[in-house]
């Protein structure tokens, strides 16, 4: 038997939760569709999103990149066409985000690290060889910042499997294909 999920309004969600939509749709204009789904749980969209607006060392720029490696990897719909818009917002261009998801960043030596360092820790659930930290650490990034990368990485692994499992319909233009 099929389950199926649809997105819950507003009246369906709890009133604390209800606060929160109402702060979303003041802040974007919305609620997307993957946030009022984990607004089934009393708890969770207001944990997700103290997570997701947690301080960090990483610019907007590089979670973003952190988004798009870990939604490739988990190939996650909804998650890739999102951070391909807010990567186009944060100084990405299409071609990058594209580049990014393939698994490097040649337009940039930093980002880059930043990317095969990802991809690794997703890829292998944080068995990485020394090499891909190395380069990492060489490209400028601190030990602190490794662990922000992770926190990012596992921030965006929650949107993943959430969107997974219920296949929510995606509101954000579909990323384009690799």
């Known amino acids: ?32 569709n993957l946030y009022a789904t984990i607004a089934y749980s009393d708890t969770a969209l207001g944990n997700y999103l103290a997570l997701q607006n947690g301080k960090t060392s990483l610019s907007k720029k590089e979670k973003e990149v952190v988004n798009l490696v870990v939604s490739q990897t988990n190939n996650c719909q909804y998650c890739l066409a999102a951070h391909t818009l807010l990567g186009k917002m944060n100084g990405l261009t299409e071609e990058q985000t594209l580049e990014i998801r393939k698994g490097s960043a040649p337009f940039d030596p930093r980002l880059d690290a930043l990317v095969k360092f990802t991809r690794a820790v997703a890829d292998h659930r944080g068995r990485i060889d020394d090499d891909v930290l190395a380069a990492f650490f060489a490209a400028g ?17 929650v949107m993943n499997y959430v969107h997974n499992i219920t296949k929510i319909p995606v509101d954000f233009p579909a990323a384009p294909a690799l």
């Open 141 to 157: 990034y601190t030990k602190g910042s490794m662990i922000d990368v992770v926190v990012a990485i596992a921030d965006k692994v």
């Open 1 to 32: 038997m099929k389950v199926q999920f649809k997105v819950p309004t507003r009246e369906e969600v709890s009133a604390g939760n209800q606060v929160l939509f109402d702060q979303l749709k003041s802040a974007v204009g919305m609620v997307p």
